[in-house]
């Protein structure tokens, strides 16, 4: 029996589309059977951040509504053989075209053929979200180092203490851009988690890779030595159990031949 | 027995109605007791009679009181001060608990909610910015604000706010409010705000309890 898991966040824009692409591929690269669900409806992004947007034939409202079975809406992610599968989302109806018992039921036929079922909410705390949450064990909110992320972002983990899930909800902290927290200028990570009170999930560095490649159609997960990359990756294993460090805010040093023959220069 | 009768006390005349009398024979035995009254001029030497109806220990019902009311009411000699029982109902209780006891209250309110009670609050828990605490009677707090307070609501302006306000966005008291500035308020947990006078929302510090509130302070056993 797989864990369906929302990803959420209740300001628009922090990254929820790319942090579910993201994880949901590491998880696949880990050899786990993921199946990610867009229900963003109106405005569905997810498919076209994996590079399947033209694939889809049937979509979330169609299953509900019993014009298709589950697995002829479901899109196979050919670069991971038979790992990563899409629900997308309609794009022609607005979020009330859902109720909450519909996407319980659809999580619910999911959980037992994947091994993780990540549930793409949209922005906003009205119906979508309702719906996002509803047939969900486990919650990542995800916040950016701004004061509007995080309070929309302790708004929301204030509505998933009223409605419990099974597992507490973890904090995942993205866009931090390593020199504006060295020096000060930006919230720092410890701050936010202590603020929100619930469990740290992870940070991702932001890097403009993550904006080339979501055009793309092929998430950063898939670059191997990209820093948020690496950030991603470290999530999928903290769900998985591992124990993985927070990486490091400060940037390395650089180490090159020449920054050593600059540095003889530079002493005294 | 009769189960209607009438006793004089040094502030007036009670009504006692006995509870061990069905209400049909209590009704048949007020009427006879009022007829007799009324007949004999020198029972009562006062002209106009105020009644206390004492009903022990039960509980007459709106539509019960209101044919004793009508019964009194065709003797013109009579008039009801009031009904009075010895036993409340637990609802009437539970109320009267929730107003009079202080309730502790530890936890986190976060942006967006509101958190109502009834009486007194010692707060111990965290206010997140945009988090609001709404209460009838006092707050007494010790944990962190960054939100909204709210005491006496909606209209006891004798209600107060102790604590560390510092950090709060606004402190409202009945109809007052204040929107607090960064630097208005000294970082210290013995401020208070109350509506002063002019029922204009001012601070204070505890020392001033006694000058500020009199009441509360003789009622939390200063001298």
Known sequence: MGKAIVITSGKGGVGKTTTSANIGTALALMGKRVCLMDLDIGLRNLDVVLGLDNRIIYDIVDVAEGRAKLPQALVKDKRFDDKLYLLPAAQNTDKNALQPEQVKEIVDELKPEYDYVLIDCPAGIEQGFMNAVAGADAAIVVTTPEISAVRDADRVVGLLEQHPLTEAPRLLINRIRRNMMQDGSMMDIDEITHHLGIELLGIIFDDDAVITTSNQGEPIVMQTDNPASQGYRNVARRLEGETVPLMKIEAEAPTGFWHKVSGWFHRG | ?223
Not at chain 2, 66 to 82: L, S, T
Not at chain 2, 126 to 140: D, P, V
Not at chain 2, 153 to 163: A, H, N, Q, T, V
């Open chain 2, 1 to 223: 027995m009769q189960a209607a009768v009438l006793r004089g006390t040094q502030n007036g005349y009670d009504l006692v109605l006995k509870q061990t009398a069905s209400f049909e024979q209590i009704l048949v035995d007020l009427k006879a007791l009022l007829e007799k009254l009324k007949t004999d001029p020198k029972a009562l030497e006062t002209t106009k009679v105020s009644l206390d109806v004492l009903t022990e220990d039960r509980l007459l019902t709106a539509d019960e009181k209101a044919q004793i009311e009508e019964m009194v009411g065709n003797y013109p000699r009579f008039e009801i001060h009031k009904i009075a029982a010895n036993v409340i109902t637990i609802d009437d209780a539970i109320q009267l608990r929730e107003r009079e006891n202080v309730h502790l209250l530890s936890k986190v309110i976060r942006n967006g909610q509101e958190v109502v009670m009834q009486g007194d609050v010692l707060f111990l828990g965290t206010i997140h910015e945009g988090g609001k605490l709404r209460t009838t009677g006092n707050i007494f707090s010790m944990g962190d604000v960054s939100g909204i307070l709210q005491a006496g609501y909606p209209d006891d302006e004798s209600k107060l706010i102790m604590g560390n306000l510092q950090t709060a966005q606004q402190v409202r008291i009945a109809e007052q409010f204040d929107i607090i500035e960064s630097e208005q308020l000294a970082d210290s947990r013995q401020t208070i705000a109350y509506v002063n006078d002019l029922h204009v929302l001012s601070y204070g510090k505890l020392a001033q309890l006694k000058k500020i509130n009199p009441k509360l302070y003789n009622q939390i056993g200063g001298i």
